[in-house]
């Protein structure tokens, strides 16, 4: 079979990787598709990823609008060249839309019920839908459950062993904590916010208090920041959260993946709150190995604590028990892209 992957985040290359190499080694044939958005780019030149650009990704709304007939008319044009019998996406409309524009099959893999441009024009087009088994909406009979969440499926011990030799060839001082602000200009993050600019100063100055602090941001640092910018490639953030001894911000992604890696991982952003999206609501009730606070100061203050008092051991007891208990992600989604 003939296979398209759209990706538009950092996040949907590594969610699909393994997936990806399997379809190869089984002889199916593969199209990465990829847009130009935060380091994806980046991440799949440093890991030798062959991937076409089908569109450009804009920062504000009008250019969004403006720039989708143009995304359009490439992808068809794509498609039409390649010949794929399934696109495979996080939750494109795009991929989506013309998926179903030509007779083709479509796979989304949406982790996030508040997203509603995907709840009211992805899902009715698409062929399959695959969720989390905790996801709170239900799609009918184009919905498939499987164990686990997507992060498991390139975090899993049985596919990903960190390197410490990232630790010491970066000059890595331990032990160190990891923050994470995003730029907040994506489509589902209107309206949303995270740290401001005062929050995250007193956040760097409480954790620098007890240990290295390096940054990772979606936004230029201010120059006050600077000094605090993580020193290595985007294809190593993970090996940089596992040795890491404490992970803070309002990012969405890396939260549950420094959770996953056996890192204390403190989330706080405006999505935290009744309405919360189940994956990181199960990764901190039913595993405790996540906490969600909707305050910045209330964040800060639990920062603070974690930095005092490492909490990393019984985070790792926490993460073996986890993967004790969820089967491989990968393999369930193989079989249904071998079989729709």
């Not at 490492?310 to 004790?324: F, G, H, M, T, V």
């Amino acid at each position: 079979m003939r296979y398209i992957f759209e990706l538009n985040h950092p996040k949907h290359y590594y969610q699909f990787r393994s997936v990806m190499h399997t379809l190869a080694a089984d002889g199916h044939s593969l199209l990465v598709l990829a847009r130009d958005k935060d380091v994806l780019l980046q991440v799949l030149k440093e890991e030798g990823v062959d991937y076409t650009i089908f569109g450009k990704h804009s920062k504000k709304m009008l250019a969004k609008i403006l720039g989708t007939f143009g995304i359009l008319k490439n992808y068809l044009s794509i498609v039409r060249h390649f010949h794929p019998d399934v696109i495979v996406s996080k939750g494109s409309w795009y991929g989506t839309f013309i998926a179903w524009l030509t007779h083709r099959k479509s796979v989304i893999f949406p982790d996030s019920e508040v997203v509603k441009l995907t709840n009211r024009y992805v899902v009715p087009l698409c062929t399959k839908v695959v969720t989390p088994q905790s996801f709170q909406l239900d799609y009918g009979k184009k919905h498939l459950r499987v164990a686990g969440i997507f992060e498991d499926c390139y975090l899993a011990p049985q596919v990903f062993t960190p390197n410490p030799s990232v630790v010491e060839e970066y000059g890595l001082k331990r032990p160190y904590a990891v923050l994470r602000f995003v730029g907040w200009f994506a489509n589902h993050d209107v309206g949303n916010s995270g740290f401001s600019s005062e929050e995250k100063q007193v956040l760097v100055e409480e954790i620098a208090k007890s240990m290295t602090v390096y940054i990772s941001s979606e936004k230029e640092l201010p120059d006050h920041l600077k000094k605090y910018k993580l020193p290595t490639p985007a294809s190593l953030i993970h090996d940089v959260l596992s040795f890491a001894d404490l992970y803070v911000g309002d990012s969405q992604t890396m939260a549950a993946e420094a959770a996953l890696l056996g890192t204390p991982a403190i989330r706080s952003n405006s999505f935290v709150g009744p309405n919360d999206m189940s994956n990181f609501v199960v990764l901190q009730d039913r595993y405790g190995l996540l906490r969600n606070i909707a305050s910045p100061t209330d964040a800060i203050v639990l920062a603070r604590q974690f930095a005092q008092h490492s909490q990393k051991n019984e985070w790792l007891q926490k993460r073996e028990a986890y993967y004790n208990q969820v089967g491989d992600i990968n393999a369930q989604i193989v079989d249904l892209l071998e079989n729709i």
